[in-house]
DNA sequence: CATGAATGAGGGTTCATTCAT
DNA sequence: CATGAATGAACCCTCATTCAT
């Protein structure tokens, strides 16, 4: 991303917070490395190699980031809001509902989502203020497609914009050892098959899902 | 496991291997403590835990799988040959083509086939011959079921063998931190909307795809 | 020590814990080089250096002592057992009942005594049970010498093992940098003039004091 | 500090040395607040917390102390200074001589003299000419009450400064994980009673000492 | 053969010290 | 000059693998 607006709180135009030179470039630096090779390798590459692909030193890494979990944290935030990006992207410049629907997916399997699931591992705090916000921009941009797509008749209307993220994330998973240009072809004939199930018309009964990712992740602690 | 051991301790055939008593059942202890440890956990879990789950020293599994990497191999095998099984009772017990296909879908996401992704990674040899005949004992199953539904009218002509396996891996693939009895509910209702979308006609123009997991491995080194 | 009943309960005669031939002998090694190098350098040396110094790889040691603390506590175990068994012997071999005190004072700066103190720091447990026993039989040991010696009318009656003890601890701590054989004329100087004054009638009054360990510990926290 | 700084920003005499306003007060800032941590936690404490303590940024620390040690050397010199000024006022105000020996000594416990035997460690240079100057004025200020004390017939006569002092040191170390104001209490009375037995005649014969400080560090080197 | 113990290489993290603004 | 950030060496600890009983 390199629209200035892309995650959260743009710099303040004046003062308030004045010497960031190069700092801040660093900590761009690290988070992208971090994104690349968490999607190559998982989320549990070492930090030390992170930082060399960085080109920092490790505790450059450190202070930034003290816990690991706070680099995936960042990575997790980055990612959502580029995919979220394109489901905004998707809902202007397609005129078909479900068309729209199809290029989010396939646009969202470009950005890799699929490798935000191994990130949701271990001491990761799930309901970080940032995240939760950002979990629910993303959602209400797919909730906008998915049901506009459903309303225009053009979707199987018992499937929710939870089943249609799961389903995404689950079949653009990284898979490991696979040289990832390779696997782009698969990744994307399975969408398109997944997709094409999502818009003909039912051919076996749905028992209810959760409408919400929140509601998703309220059942499994629950339970 | 179809080997002719099931009367156990029987008496050894000439003299090549005499204790067979409780080394064997060490063994598949062992096989049975990692596979339930690698669905759970992925295939990085310490292997001082499986041994201790499996209720022998360290050192006897390291007798029996001298490398990680081979204990990898076994519980593959194992899973394969489990998988497989469950396709060559899907095509006896189903009359109707589509729905031995659902009914072998849903008996391999509950035999958790999708854990065998994460254990294609790192150093495991993924041409060892008896490796590559279980894949070809369960591509040749599943081959069977997919060819009798694709003749039979009942499901789309244009989707391979290996469309059906990875995408059924990749859906079945344990989202890690879920509660495993939780994820079940989604990963039965994504099976079945991509079910849906292969017994319903096409909607959109698939270009080919390998025919066995041969091709694709060839294409994947290949590239 | 070399004597087998040194610290607990010795090695039980038959079976009930089989194979120990080597690595009891490991153990010992380690909690040696650890008194040794604690005493010389203090309680934060380099465990490494530790595993070195016992000719032992590090690993053994974390398998021995899983928390730095842990070794910390065998070390102040053994230290408190070798001083216990000085006060017993000082009661034993003088019939002057000061001229014990005097023997154990400075038989207990030969064992380093003031070692202790900066192992008393940071994370240790100070009430594990273990070491509860352990103060309280040193405890009971040096309250007996102080006693006899005080009913003998040979010893100031306003002061308390606790202030014998703590002031023995103090004077006797290792000065860093400074080589141990040298420091030695000096403690023991001190030690003589420290005794003396607690030989000579009283010359200050001296307000009351916690009459046990437990007492000042109780104390401290409750202040 | 000694020097003619007392009217802070006055005009620079020459012009070698121009700003001096607020350089001057970080340095004393860093300076406290290092002693006061030193004091505290030991002269091991990170040097980040030292200036963050002194509310200034970790270079400028840097700056006027390249090394640990020039930050170690400065809080000695400072405290033996402050210890030194107590050996005088006792002087002073005690027309007994050895009551003027009981005040310094109490006073110097209360500048926490014993925090002094920790910082005498590792790559600090004992010789530095400074350094050197400073304990010889201590000495000298703490020789003229010894002396005193023992010509008035008040003081073991075979009891040396340096018994003395490195007694005073040992006996007011700090203890460490103890809160400072419960010790208070026993430091005192330790002070006490070993001050006791330097009031009344000698019950046991000392061998010589070293007569100053520079005589134990020959000693010590040379041994 | 089965076992518990030993090993050492490698990852995570801190901190003294140096650099760039 | 003052500052925050950067650096790398060193320490703690885990774990795959090997050894001795």
């Given at each position: 991303m390199s629209t200035s607006t892309g995650t959260a709180a743009a710099a303040p135009p004046r003062r308030a917070a004045r010497p960031r030179a190069d700092a801040l470039r660093n900590r761009e630096r690290l988070v992208t490395a971090a994104r690349e090779m968490f999607v190559e390798s998982?989320?549990?590459?070492p930090l030390d190699e992170i930082a060399r692909r960085a080109g920092v030193g490790n505790a450059t890494l450190y202070r930034n980031f003290p816990e690991r979990a706070d680099l995936v944290h960042e990575v997790v935030l980055s990612l959502m809001a580029r995919v979220a990006e394109r489901a905004r992207e998707a809902a202007e410049q397609e005129s078909d509902a479900f068309a729209a629907v199809r290029r989010f997916a396939h646009a969202a399997a470009d950005e890799r989502v699929g490798a935000l699931c191994p990130m949701?591992?271990?001491?990761?705090?799930?309901?970080h203020p940032e995240l939760r916000a950002e979990r629910e921009r993303l959602e209400e941009a797919v909730h906008g497609l998915v049901v506009r797509a459903q309303e225009a008749g053009r979707?199987?209307?018992?499937?929710s914009v939870v089943d249609l993220m799961v389903a995404l994330f689950q079949l653009t998973r990284p898979l490991p050892g696979t040289a990832c240009s390779h696997m782009d072809r698969f990744v994307h004939r399975h969408l398109r098959l997944f997709l094409d199930g999502l818009e003909a018309p039912a051919r076996s009964a749905l028992p209810g899902a959760p409408a919400t990712l929140e509601d998703l992740r309220r059942e499994a602690c629950g339970a």
């Open positions: 998982g989320p549990q590459v949701l591992d271990g001491d990761f705090d799930k309901e979707m199987r209307a018992d499937v």
